[in-house]
Every structure is written in C-alpha cells, then in structure tokens.
C-alpha cells in the first residue's frame, strides 16, 4: 500500500524505475523535507505537471523512481519558503509545517502560474491548490499582476488552478492616473503638516471601475472567480500588528504582521503619504511602496522577514516603532526590500542582521530595467549580514537562473486561438531562453536551515546548511549530503 514519507536527505536525484542512475534518466531532484509516495520497498511515484505545446496545456505524468540506497525518511514535515524568480517583481510560497500554503505576491507575468503548476503537480492532478491565504504586499503590478493570472488559470476543465479563503492587502488601490501622490488613492487628508492617504479600502472591489487602474480592475474580475470557486472568501486590510494567521500558529511557529504603520485620522485609519529621497515633495510610488504587507515569519528558533518593497523612510519608521515596543526586526532570512534598490536605510539591515539575503528581480524589457540590484546594497548586505558568519549567503533570483544562448532566432506569433504560426518573421540577434528559473529554495525544522538553489544542469545543485541555536548563534555545517 503506498505510504506518504518526507525525505531526510538534503538532495536527493530520482531516477526512472529499472533504468541506469545516468543524467538522461533523471526524473526529478528533490530536496530536504521534500514528500514522496512511495509505493512499493524502494520505489517512489512522482507526479509531474509538463507543459505539451502541441496541445498547448498542462498534462500529468506520473513515474516510478528508484529511491536511492540508503535514504533516509524524517516523521514530521518542514517550514518550506520558496523565493520565486518572477523577472522584475516579487513572488513567494510558504508552506507551513502544517502543510499551509501562502501565496506573497505573484510577481507580473505568467511565472508564477508556470511555477505552481511544475512545484505542485502531485496536487493538482486530482483537485485545485487550496492556499490558506493570497497576501500581496502593495498594489504595484509587478507584485500582484501574476496573482490575477493564477487565479484565472484552470488546472482543467471546469477546475480552477488555486483556490482560498482569505486576500490579504494594504488597502491602497491606485487610481487610473496615479502620478500625484494626493489623489493617486483617492482621498487624503494634511493634519499637523502631514499629508496622509485616508481612503484605505477593505476590498477593492468597492472602488468603481472608473476609479481604479487597469490592474486592479483585472484583479477585481479574479476576485469575483476566486469567491465563486472558495468558501467563505475573505478580503480584508492589514498592518502592522494585526493576527490574520492566528489559526495558522503553533507553538513553534507564527507569522506576524509589522507593516504598514497605519495611523488614525478623524477617527478612521490612514496611511502617511511619503517623500521622494532627498526632497520635500510627495511620491505616490514611494507611498505605495513604504506602505507593503511586511511578515516575520518564526519556526523555531529560525525567523524570516519579507520586506516587500519598503524604502529607507518606511524601512526607518518600522525601526523606530519596533524598538519602541520591544520588538527585535533581526532574521536569519531576509527577502531584501524592493529588488535592491538603491532607496535603503542600512540602519535597517544592521537591525535585521541576515544571513541568507534573498534579492528578488530579473529583466523583462528595458521599461522596466532598473539597475537592480543596486552595487551599494549588495555591498551594503555584505557589510550587515550577521558579523558572526564568515560567508554570509546572499542570492539574486535572476542570478540562480539559467540562460541559454540561442543565437540568431527568428520570432513568429502564434494565434493563442487556433495555434497556427504567422508568417511575418521578426529577427532577433543573440537571443537568449531562460531554461531554469531562479528558485531559492529555504528549508528549516526550526534549528536546522537548508538553502538550495537549481543550475543548468539537471543534476547540479548549490546547496548551505547551518544550525541556529536558541540565541541566534549560526553554525555552518561543512558540506550537504547528496544522494
């Protein structure tokens, strides 16, 4: 009878039942934590979800793996984080050791909806994935856009890709022509000299379409689909200090809300309307931005801290409050602000003091290259990660991916409809493909922490493991076991 088992092997290659352990053979490489079916002594079912571009859909296939000798198997689950390379915007997954799982963010194109349909293909070949919650951070595109795409996407006919209860958000919605920080939000209030954006909404679905942008109208339609295939769905507003994931906590783990600050303005909430660096004027990006869901996430004695897209006068201000009330902002995992921009407050990483830092950005097109990350922050990150680690670990999602060089490419359009070819030809001079997509993949038990990251080989991983003790002390263990 087949037994659900969780892998105690840092890496582990799979290879197809009955075949030789060669690189053409290799089905899958899993890594600590990872579940399995298996299904008979020595034998693993995995269950893929591939892509068929002549049918142009996800299809399933299910194989027989060999474990390999003398692997080993753990009885309780891990904390899963997987930092996805999105391009330029953020994504996450988090999966609970109750097997919860999180959505942050979802980045702007089609990458994360490619990503849950490939990490989650042993669940969606019976029924949809059903996320606890769907949080996104701030109302830019490039962090919820994606999100829009996978609550849209079907895992078949008449099955929706993901389905949850509950969308978390900071409850700023942009309006069409968002470009003057005092009505990018609708309306906003001065008292005492400072401005503030005091139409903050439960659900942005009760702005008018005429008054949003045309993102946020997208994410209203997927709304409307995602209450019709969820039970009970819950939008709501948060900041700092609220408990959204009360009934997700246990007495080894917890996630806490720390952003936005909101303050109270004629008895109702708002949120500081905030400054372009170096000037006096507003900014409705550096708003929207400072004012990002920010979560610390602890298991253990192991803590995660995503910092959305926070800049150095909202990352000073969550300092300064923080401290007021006794809260430490340090983390053993640090998901970096706003794809490491240069608008950072180094006050804020010597507080955080990483020792995993975790940059998420890419190029899509030159409208939306930024020069991320930023020398000064990387270096910066260097400067402040945890003085007591010799090689503090620092990632870059675009970096752990892999391109292939294609050359000189033409490019034809293909009819979403009917599948046929153009026949208008664009040449393209040293084209590139993305092959492997820049996951970084963050394990812990809540003392032990795995970090491991893909390549362009299949059977080639980047893999750290260190311990955290009950103060915060790290130990680097010598090398990963792979098998």
């Given at each position: 009878m087949a037994e659900l088992r969780y892998l105690d092997d840092d890496v582990v290659r799979l290879y197809e039942s009955g075949q030789p352990r060669k690189k053409e053979n290799l089905v899958a490489t899993l890594f600590w934590g990872d579940q399995v079916k298996v299904v008979r002594p020595g034998k693993v079912e995995i269950a893929r979800r591939l892509w068929d571009a002549a049918k142009r859909k996800f299809t399933t296939k299910v194989t027989e793996c060999a474990l390999p000798k003398g692997a080993r198997f753990r009885d309780k689950p891990l904390l899963k984080v997987r930092f996805i390379d999105v391009g330029q915007g953020d994504?996450?997954?988090?999966?609970?050791?109750?097997g919860?799982?999180?959505?942050?963010?979802?980045?702007?194109?089609?990458?994360?909806?490619?990503?849950?349909?490939?990490?989650?293909?042993?669940?969606?070949?019976?029924?949809?994935?059903?996320?606890?919650?769907?949080?996104?951070?701030?109302?830019?595109?490039?962090?919820?856009?994606?999100?829009?795409?996978?609550?849209?996407?079907?895992?078949?006919?008449d099955s929706p890709l993901v389905t949850s209860p509950l969308v978390l958000h900071n409850g700023l919605v942009k309006r069409p022509k968002a470009s003057a920080a005092k009505t990018a939000f609708g309306r906003s209030r001065v008292v005492d000299n400072v401005a503030y954006a005091t139409q903050l909404e439960d659900d942005p679905r009760d702005v008018p379409a005429s008054s949003r942008n045309q993102p946020f109208n997208d994410w209203a339609e997927a709304l409307d689909r995602l209450k019709k295939n969820s039970k009970g769905l819950k939008v709501r507003r948060v900041g700092y200090g609220d408990d959204p994931f009360s009934h997700l906590a246990t007495d080894d783990f917890t996630i806490k809300v720390l952003g936005p600050i909101v303050d109270e303005i004629g008895g109702k909430p708002a949120l500081r309307l905030l400054k372009t660096p170096g000037s006096s004027g507003l900014s409705a990006s550096h708003t929207i931005n400072g004012h990002s869901i920010v979560l610390k996430l602890t298991c253990g004695h192991v803590r995660f801290l995503f910092g959305a897209d926070l800049n150095e006068e909202s990352e000073d201000r969550l300092l300064t409050h923080a401290t007021s009330e006794g809260l430490s902002l340090t983390a053993e995992i640090l998901k970096v602000p706003h794809h490491g921009s240069a608008d950072f407050s180094p006050r804020m990483?010597?507080?955080?003091?990483?020792?995993?830092?975790?940059?998420?950005?890419?190029?899509?097109?030159?409208?939306?290259?930024?020069?991320?990350?930023?020398?000064?922050?990387?270096?910066?990150?260097?400067?402040?990660?945890?003085?007591?680690v010799e090689k503090p670990l620092i990632y870059v999602t675009e970096m752990v991916a892999f391109f292939q060089r294609l050359g000189t490419i033409e490019k034809r359009d293909v009819d979403p409809k009917t599948?046929?070819?153009?026949?208008?030809?664009?040449?393209?001079?040293?084209?590139?493909?993305?092959?492997?997509?820049?996951?970084?993949?963050?394990?812990?038990?809540?003392e032990r922490v795995l970090v491991a990251t893909h390549s362009g080989k299949d059977d080639q991983k980047e893999s750290y493991a260190f311990h955290v003790d009950k103060l915060g002390d790290v130990t680097f263990e010598p090398e990963t076991r792979v098998l």
């Open positions: 994504g996450a997954i988090i999966e609970t050791p109750a919860d799982v999180i959505l942050v963010d979802g980045g702007e194109e089609e990458h994360m909806r490619r990503y849950i349909n490939a990490a989650f293909g042993h669940v969606l070949r019976s029924k949809p994935l059903d996320c606890a919650a769907i949080v996104i951070t701030h109302g830019d595109a490039d962090h919820f856009a994606g999100l829009t795409r996978v609550v849209n996407a079907q895992r078949a006919a990483l010597e507080a955080v003091k990483p020792v995993v830092s975790v940059v998420s950005s890419g190029d899509e097109n030159q409208t939306k290259e930024y020069i991320h990350p930023r020398a000064g922050l990387v270096g910066a990150l260097g400067k402040y990660s945890r003085a007591t599948g046929k070819v153009g026949k208008t030809a664009e040449t393209i001079n040293n084209a590139y493909r993305k092959t492997t997509f820049g996951i970084v993949h963050v394990r812990t038990d809540g």
